[in-house]
């Protein structure tokens, strides 16, 4: 087994293992019981290994906090959405919901909400601007 770990902690400093291998020689140097030529190594996998695990928290972590504001991103849009549907409605009804007093005429710079006057006023200018069958037929063949 020593001359197994030792031969994976030569390929280690020479940069030629695998992930897997690396895990290996952090499961071995968790051990308390390492011969004591392989001593001096035990404190870097330590660390090493301790610095894996606090890589996948922050990972854990930072999944969990995006999972939170993407959840907090779509709430926010679909009250946003909720709210611009109903202005909309509300500005439609508004609109087609005018009553009678609000509609209006201005004859001659005044204002005139009185349906039975505004019949007689546009009744009165297209008498004054009706023609003769004959004034419509010179015009025609002019």
């Known amino acids: 087994m020593n001359m197994k770990i030792e031969e994976l902690l030569n390929r280690y400093f020479e ?55 993407h959840r907090l991103i779509n709430a926010i849009s679909g009250i946003a959405a909720g709210i611009l549907v109903i202005i909309s409605i509300a500005g439609i009804w508004q609109h087609t919901s005018t009553t009678p007093s609000t509609n209006y005429v201005i004859i001659n710079g005044k204002r005139y909400t009185d349906i039975n006057l505004v019949r007689q006023q546009a009744f009165a200018a297209f008498q004054d601007v009706k023609t003769s069958e004959d004034e419509t037929l010179n015009l025609m063949f002019e």
Do not use: A, M
């Open 15 to 69: 940069g030629k293992t695998s992930c897997t291998e690396e895990l290996e020689l952090r499961k071995f140097f968790r051990n308390k019981n390492i011969p004591e030529q392989l001593r001096v190594y035990r404190p870097l996998f330590l660390y090493l290994d301790q610095e894996v695990k606090i890589s996948k928290e922050k990972r854990t972590h930072s999944s969990k906090q995006f999972f939170f504001q």
